[in-house]
């Protein structure tokens, strides 16, 4: 891995918990359902593209969401699909998660590349890079993490996580009438032995608390793409507030897919759930890589505006080479 993270706080702002509305940036839409309707338009992108980065968040998009995180694993389907194109050519597979470095590499095993802690650290074959303000603030982390086990202990449920770099407090099976009281409490903990220099952000049924610095999920993926040909088409699947800035970061020119739910997002695409990702990834394995470098013109299917009603009804019908017709029932139907 050539470059570093810099030795200064970066200069890009990602607000994962606002929505983007500053001028020249439209405020966040609801994706629209992935279904057989958009090929043309993912077939097209692909075509134009001389290599493909494939980003992949964990929780929530390659394994289900669970009540207990150290429960949780990819999909068969997902380990099958994310292996088949870690293995190809054209295409570069990465993990980025809000989990640990340490933690995430052990539960997938074939991409090429992980991004920890929201992209804090990074792993590129035998090159590990942490970002520096991250590094210098574990100390304070790992601070408010032991504190915040000592006064969150007496409410049921209630889990600190530390991640060395950045820590998680855990809400999703705490009682729903003492949820606001966890976060009042991690606020005031955070404030106080934070020294400024940490910050607490949301995400599903989680507080996340990190270095208070101008970096997430987008800067990774960037990064990751600075080091990859040019016309590297990126794509990110996510499902949190915090994969937000990701998707932002490979709109528009690549693809962006949320997982779950109707919120806005920065997302072109949403799928409801990890078996669904498997067939997105199973399709850009069967078929989407085989598109790579094509060229638009080549692969024939150009403006979606010039070609017949028959035409597109045959993309929208076409088999994706061994996996299912539709994504799934649900969201076909949705």
């Keep these: 891995m050539s470059k570093q993270y810099s030795t200064t706080e970066p200069t890009t702002e990602y607000h994962d918990d606002e929505p983007q509305s500053s001028e020249g940036t439209a405020a966040p839409s609801v994706p629209s359902p992935l279904t057989g309707e958009q090929l043309p338009h993912l077939r097209a992108t692909l075509a134009d593209a001389s ?29 099958a699909a994310v292996a088949s194109l870690a293995a190809a050519a054209p295409v570069t597979t990465a993990i980025v998660s809000g989990r ?130 040019e016309d590297t088409v990126p794509v990110y699947i996510g499902d949190d507030v915090t994969d937000e800035s990701a998707f932002r970061a490979v709109e528009p020119a690549g693809i962006g897919i949320c997982v779950g739910g109707t919120d806005p997002s920065a ?24 598109l790579v470098g094509t060229g638009s013109d080549t692969a024939g299917y150009g403006d979606r505006s010039q070609r017949t009603d028959a035409e597109l009804q045959s993309d929208d019908d076409r088999s994706f080479d061994g996996v299912p017709k539709q994504w799934s029932a649900s969201v076909a139907n949705d």
Excluded at 212 to 218: F, L, Q
């Design 267 to 290: 997302a072109s695409y949403r799928v409801d759930s990890p078996d669904d990702v498997a067939r997105v990834l199973e399709w850009l394995g069967a078929s989407g890589v085989s």
């Design 100 to 229: 640990s470095l340490a933690d995430v590499r052990t539960r997938v095993d074939d991409p090429r590349i992980y991004a920890g802690n929201h992209g804090l650290e990074l792993a590129w074959g035998d090159s590990i890079g942490i970002h520096p303000a991250a590094a210098e603030r574990a100390a304070r982390v790992e601070a408010v993490c032991e504190t915040l086990e000592t006064v969150l202990e007496p409410i049921p449920n209630a889990r600190v996580e530390n991640k060395r770099l950045t820590g998680t407090v855990h809400v999703r099976t705490v009682p729903t009438g003492a949820r606001p009281v966890v976060r009042r409490l991690t606020r005031t903990v955070v404030d106080r032995f934070g020294d400024g220099g940490l910050e607490l952000s949301p995400g599903k049924r989680i507080l996340e608390i990190g270095p208070a610095v101008n970096w997430g999920k987008g800067d990774a993926v960037d990064l990751i793409r600075d080091e990859l040909p």
């Design 51 to 79: 290599h493909l980065l494939v980003c992949l968040d964990f929780d929530g998009t390659l394994a289900p969401i669970v009540d207990e995180p150290d429960a949780a694993a990819l999909t068969a389907a997902n380990d």
